[in-house]
């Protein structure tokens, strides 16, 4: 290149234009390099971002399966297990659990709990004698001719009676049907027929013709509703006793049962309304869509809704309609009422508590706000405290503060437990003095839990769900502390549904709308009486003859009042297995209350 000195001044600006050339290629070189560096960057964050994507929906649909797994496989238990490595086998060989068994040695000899050594009582064998009532057939069973005689003594001589061996052998034979046959004598005047003829008269039956008894109806409806057996498997049970009806005549019977008990299910209603505090739940059944549709009487709000419900079935071309079940459950009038609708509309719960005033316990369900709401103060809602609990459980992506709030909802139900066996003034008290006390806590962290800086809550996390799910329904799932009648939670209404699941695996679905509200009512006799520990079938074989007798008060008929006049048909079994459940209970939480106080004793001492 040559000296620009020696170059003359056209030369030069020859040379500067070139130089600006070389420098405008080399620019848009250096910008074409800048862009194809920006869209690699922008390529990179793309996929970095997408790879986060992916990994997190990943994350989330490994946590969307093991919380199915659970549901499916794992053990349905809501028991708290507070230190997840409680179940592992610990042989004992670390420092840590030999210091932890001094130390737990030492508290037990200064809190003096054991006891100088005594021979331990013979647990006391349970009764297996066959009960004394049932009828003795006696087969006495004598020895082989060969075992009779003695070589040395001869003929060996018969001891007494008394010193026989007896031995007991319950048998079975299964049940036995006959045929009851009327003969009903005619009187007339002789050779006058104008004054016609008298007899007695005749009985109402179920079916035309009175062929079939009230146990028969009793039998089949016990079978169906409180054992879950479809009419067709207990035609194998009627043909064992030599009777095998078609399954058209059982549902005639059925059908017909239904219209004679509708009174006395209306009463049931009506007694139930009564209760102060009614806890209500719900579940799915099958409804066969018909064939024919009948006609609604559109000015019914029920027929109106089940009319709308059809009619959308049929426009989407459906087999079948995802009706519902609902039961209500008296806490101090003992009886289970259920009820069948189309669907989840609140026209079910709306129609059966229009006129009521008290409580209703359920889940968080809209509708029934919205029935509260139009009640006009005289309906108050109160929610079950173990929906809200079952959020925390399923918040495993903070495993701290599932913690933390478990515990808080293990001491709770732990007080109720304490409380059950006390007066409703001692379980105010007790509700009032320390669960109060753990409710003030929950509700401070649930003010404070935002004004974290770590391990901030995200908002679609399961936590935060559940978290909104506590503020949402605070003052619902915290009124049952003023209100010692009222329980903790929806449990108990919550089991009524398994006899709804029990029967839906044997009787699938529901053929028609009457069909759905035959189970409804049929469910309500078999698990009232079921709930007052009832022999189930001669329950329903009594009011059925009853009422085919044509008897209009219902009152004794109602199971706890039938209980009282018929004390041979009270299962005592049940109200025992009941009692020792309830105690067992009570000292196995009692022992954990023990050993927790024993082992925060020895941890502030340490």
Not at 48 to 57: H, T, V
Not at 257 to 285: E, M, N, R, W
């Amino acid at each position: 290149m040559q000296d620009p000195a020696t170059l003359s001044k056209p030369k030069l600006l020859e040379l500067l234009e070139q130089q600006k050339v070389a420098l405008a290629a080399r620019d848009e070189q250096i910008s074409a390099r800048d862009e194809q560096i920006s869209v690699q960057n922008r390529e990179v964050a793309r996929r970095d971002d997408m790879i986060g994507q992916l990994e997190a929906k990943i994350k989330q649909l490994e946590h969307d399966y093991l919380k199915l797994w659970q549901e499916r496989f794992a053990a349905k238990s809501e028991r708290y297990i507070e230190d997840p490595d409680q179940l592992r086998i610990d042989f004992g060989d670390t420092d840590q659990a030999a210091d932890a068994a001094e130390g737990l040695a030492e508290a037990i000899e200064e809190a003096d709990l054991i006891p100088a050594h005594q021979r331990r009582k013979p647990h006391k064998r349970r009764d297996e004698s066959l009960p004394a009532h049932l009828p003795r057939k006696e087969i006495v069973i004598d020895a082989p001719d060969v075992d009779k005689q003695c070589d040395a003594h001869g003929e060996k001589k018969l001891l007494p009676e008394a010193m026989w061996d007896v031995v007991e052998r319950l048998t079975y034979i299964p049940p036995q049907l006959w045929v009851e046959v009327r003969k009903y004598q005619k009187y007339a005047c002789e050779g006058q027929p104008a004054c016609g003829m008298a007899t007695a008269e005749r009985p109402t039956g179920i079916v035309e013709g009175d062929k079939y008894d009230a146990s028969i109806a009793a039998e089949i409806i016990t079978n169906k509703y409180a054992y879950h057996l479809p009419v067709y498997r207990q035609q194998d049970l009627f043909a064992g006793s030599g009777w095998t009806p078609s399954r058209s005549t059982m549902l005639n019977i059925l059908t017909r049962c239904h219209f004679i008990v509708a009174p006395l299910l209306h009463y049931c209603k009506q007694v139930l309304q009564v209760d102060s505090h009614v806890a209500c739940d719900d579940t799915g059944t099958t409804l066969l869509y018909p064939k024919s549709p009948p006609e609604f009487d559109l000015n019914d709000p029920k027929q109106k809704r089940i009319a709308e419900v059809f009619a959308e079935a049929k426009a989407a071309n459906k087999p079948s309609i995802n009706a519902k079940m609902w039961g209500y459950r008296g806490q101090t009038v003992k009886l289970n009422v259920f009820d069948f609708t189309v669907s989840r509309h609140r026209d079910g719960p709306e129609l059966f508590f229009q006129d009521y005033t008290g409580t209703i316990l359920g889940d968080c369900w809209h509708g029934f706000g919205a029935i509260a709401a139009a009640s006009e103060g005289a309906i108050v809602r109160a929610a079950c405290n173990s929906h809200a609990r079952r959020k925390f459980e399923d918040a495993t992506d903070y495993p701290d503060d599932r913690r933390k709030w478990l515990k808080w909802y293990q001491l709770l139900f732990d007080i109720e437990t304490r409380g059950k066996v006390l007066s409703e003034e001692e379980r105010r008290k007790l509700r009032q003095t320390e669960a109060k006390a753990i409710w003030d806590a929950m509700r401070k962290e649930l003010d404070t839990v935002d004004d974290r800086t770590e391990q901030v809550v995200l908002p679609k996390s399961d936590l935060r769900k559940a978290l909104n799910y506590l503020g949402n329904h605070w003052a619902e799932l915290t009124r049952y502390l003023d209100d010692p009648r009222l329980p903790m939670d929806n449990n108990e209404c919550e089991q009524l549904m398994k006899q709804v699941g029990l029967g839906r695996k044997n009787w699938l679905f529901a053929g028609s709308v009457a069909g759905g509200e035959r189970i409804a009512g049929f469910l309500t006799l078999t698990s009232s009486a079921h709930r007052n520990d009832l022999d189930v079938r001669a329950y329903l074989n009594d009011i059925l003859q009853r009422l085919l007798d044509g008897e209009t008060d219902y009152e004794p008929m109602l199971p706890w009042n039938w209980a009282a006049t018929h004390p041979q048909s009270i299962r005592q079994f049940r109200r025992e297995e009941r009692r020792e459940r309830d105690v067992r209970k009570q000292t196995e939480r009692a022992k954990r209350r023990a050993r927790k106080r024993l082992l925060e004793n020895h941890s502030k001492k340490s």
